[in-house]
């Protein structure tokens, strides 16, 4: 292990021992690794981009991309604002079709499947690659009906037990305890942080293969932000997690593999977590890690 290791934990004098209290976004200079990341050696790998550019306009967001990402496991992507982390999310559920202009080319693999083909239909697809926002965006709805709603619009409410189902995907959200006597109430009633995971909840309840997350903490305190990152850690059982943060903290915390992109859309290095926050291969991550920019 390299001179700049940061498996011993930061010691930093002003950290309020007597309460346990630590702001480590603010105090930590260094980062520690969460030690329980799962190795991904032996995980499948479930999204694949191939030399995969995107473009608004011409301009180039996203720099001949070549990535493996592994099936049931948490991976974070990392990078300096503008570098193209939520251009990447959009990529794999084609959201950027959506934005008339942005453009792609080169490969993007759902499993064997190349996401661009011509007879891919992205609404089928985003079935399988769910999504949650930044800013937590309930429907102006019930409960209920916020997690039952991808539910009915695949005409599956008569197939399933609908009421089940949302207390599968409101449990699966760490949800259901909070509001199982009040999911006639209004979404957008709940905390921020109970908003995020009745989003979470909804996009789960289609039984999707990977969920997207971009910045999905960024908008809420401290505690309803450590519920989400726990949260994850059991998603993980279940789906495969795509999380961009700009909390390295956080990277380091709980994913197990991180994607570093740099300005210009290049995708710097993507390696296990614990290599890339103690040990990367390239200064510039290195740089970026340790704050010399970005
Ligand atoms: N809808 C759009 N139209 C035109 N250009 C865009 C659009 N969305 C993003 N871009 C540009 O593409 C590049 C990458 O943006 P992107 O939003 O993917 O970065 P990011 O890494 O997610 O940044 P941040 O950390 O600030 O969210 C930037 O130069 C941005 O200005
Ligand atoms: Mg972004």
Not at 243 to 270: K, P, Y
């Amino acid at each position: 292990m390299s001179s700049h290791s940061s498996s011993t934990p930061t010691t930093d004098e002003s950290t309020d021992r007597t309460t346990g209290a630590s702001d480590d976004a603010i105090i930590q200079t260094e980062i520690d690794v969460d030690d329980n990341s799962r190795s991904t050696d032996d995980a499948e790998t479930i999204v694949r981009a191939e030399r995969l550019n995107v473009y608004y306009n011409d301009d180039r967001a996203l720099d001949d991309v070549t990535i493996e990402i592994p099936e049931n496991r948490v991976t974070a992507m990392i990078g300096p604002s503008g570098c193209g982390k939520s251009t990447f999310l959009r990529s794999i559920n084609r959201m950027n079709d959506r934005i008339p202009a942005a453009s792609v080319d080169g490969e993007l693999y759902f499993r064997e499947k190349n996401v661009y083909d011509e007879d891919v239909d992205p609404v089928a697809l985003r079935r399988k690659i769910g999504q949650v926002f930044q800013s937590p965006n309930p429907f102006p709805k019930s409960i209920y009906d916020n997690v039952a709603y991808g539910l009915r619009v695949q005409g599956k409410a008569d197939e399933v037990d609908l009421d089940a189902a949302v207390e599968r995907a409101l449990r699966g959200a760490a949800l259901w305890d909070e509001v199982k006597d009040q999911l006639d109430e209004s979404g957008l009633d709940l905390s921020g942080g109970q908003q995020q995971r009745l989003c979470i909840a909804r996009a789960i309840a289609p039984d999707p293969e990977v969920i997207l997350m971009d910045e999905p903490t960024s908008a809420l305190d401290p505690v309803a932000a450590s519920k989400i990152e726990d949260l994850i850690d059991e998603l993980v059982e279940e789906y495969t997690v795509i999380i961009v943060t700009h909390n390295m903290q956080q990277a380091a915390r709980i994913s197990d593999r991180t994607a570093v992109f740099l300005t210009g859309g290049e995708l710097v290095e993507f390696d296990e977590t614990a290599t890339i926050f103690e040990n990367p291969a390239d200064d510039r991550v290195e740089d970026y890690i340790t704050g010399k920019f970005g």
